[in-house]
């Protein structure tokens, strides 16, 4: 099985360099493709050449387009959409390895590692983690696996501008067998630990129930954010 990881990029130099050294590591290596909307692009294209990954430019940030310019240049017969922030391990491809071994499976994604994102929750993860894998969103941030022939039977990811994890997710599973795996994946917390990590967990999934009711991508991406940077109040 040969597999293609696919990495959207915008203004995160310094942790895709950290990705790119442990994706480099994988044992048989992967193709990768970074998809890059960066401001400045120069400095993510040298450490693309660094690492002999290929390299494609994106108009603008929109992690849907990204992935699905990367995808385009894949040759792997299974595609990994791997966030820059998210550890990927060699047991980790291993485990993928195993799980796409079975033909039925259209594909999946990694558990979350529930303890040590937040830990007070731990006593959570058996509930957590049956939901995840019954009936749960697959989350961008969960290297989400696909066969790239279902993927490409799928129209790839709609390109909008926010939640096309979630409408992509929904759309997977209702294609045929998908699964969660372990070992699970840990995310840097940057962003939670910025905002609040309970304030940043009930937003998002506030945002991902609006999507479900039928709020637009686009109106959700104007609330998210106006809450993340809020007009100063007047003097």
């Known amino acids: 099985m040969?597999?293609?990881?696919v990495v959207p990029c915008w203004n995160d130099a310094n942790r895709l360099a950290k990705l790119l050294d442990s994706l480099a590591k994988l044992h048989p290596l992967p193709e990768i493709i970074v998809a890059d909307a960066s401001d400045d692009r120069a400095p993510v294209e040298e450490l693309v050449a660094e690492a002999g990954a290929?390299?494609?430019?994106?108009?603008?940030?929109?992690?849907?387009?990204?992935?699905?310019?990367?995808?385009?240049?894949?040759?792997?017969?299974?595609?990994?959409?791997?966030?820059?922030d998210t550890n990927f391990s060699q047991?980790?491809?291993?485990a993928l390895s195993a799980a796409m071994a079975d033909r039925q499976l259209k594909g999946g994604a990694f558990y979350k590692d529930l303890r040590?994102?937040?830990?007070?929750?731990?006593?959570?993860?058996?509930?957590?983690?049956w939901y995840s894998r019954r009936i749960g969103?697959?989350?961008?941030?969960?290297?989400?696996?696909?066969?790239?022939?279902?993927?490409?039977?799928?129209?790839?990811?709609?390109?909008?501008?926010?939640?096309?994890d979630?409408?992509?997710?929904?759309?997977?599973?209702?294609?045929?067998?998908?699964?969660?795996?372990?070992?699970?994946?840990?995310?840097?917390?940057?962003?939670?630990?910025?905002?609040?990590?309970?304030?940043?967990k009930l937003q998002n999934l506030g945002l991902v129930w609006l999507f479900r009711l039928g709020v637009s991508p686009e109106r959700l991406h104007r609330w998210y954010y106006r809450w993340k940077n809020p007009r100063p109040s007047p003097d």
């Open 166 to 200: 979630v409408e992509f997710s929904k759309r997977l599973r209702r294609a045929g067998q998908v699964t969660l795996i372990d070992p699970p994946l840990r995310t840097s917390m940057r962003k939670f630990e910025a905002e609040g990590a309970i304030r940043r």
């Open 54 to 84: 290929h390299y494609v430019a994106v108009r603008g940030p929109s992690r849907g387009a990204q992935l699905n310019a990367g995808a385009m240049m894949a040759s792997g017969e299974v595609l990994v959409f791997q966030h820059a």
């Open 137 to 164: 969103v697959i989350y961008g941030d969960q290297s989400v696996f696909v066969r790239r022939a279902e993927f490409e039977a799928l129209g790839g990811f709609r390109e909008i501008p926010l939640m096309e």
């Open 116 to 129: 040590a994102h937040f830990p007070k929750l731990a006593w959570s993860e058996p509930l957590v983690r």
């Open 2 to 5: 040969t597999v293609s990881f």
């Open 91 to 94: 047991q980790h491809l291993e």
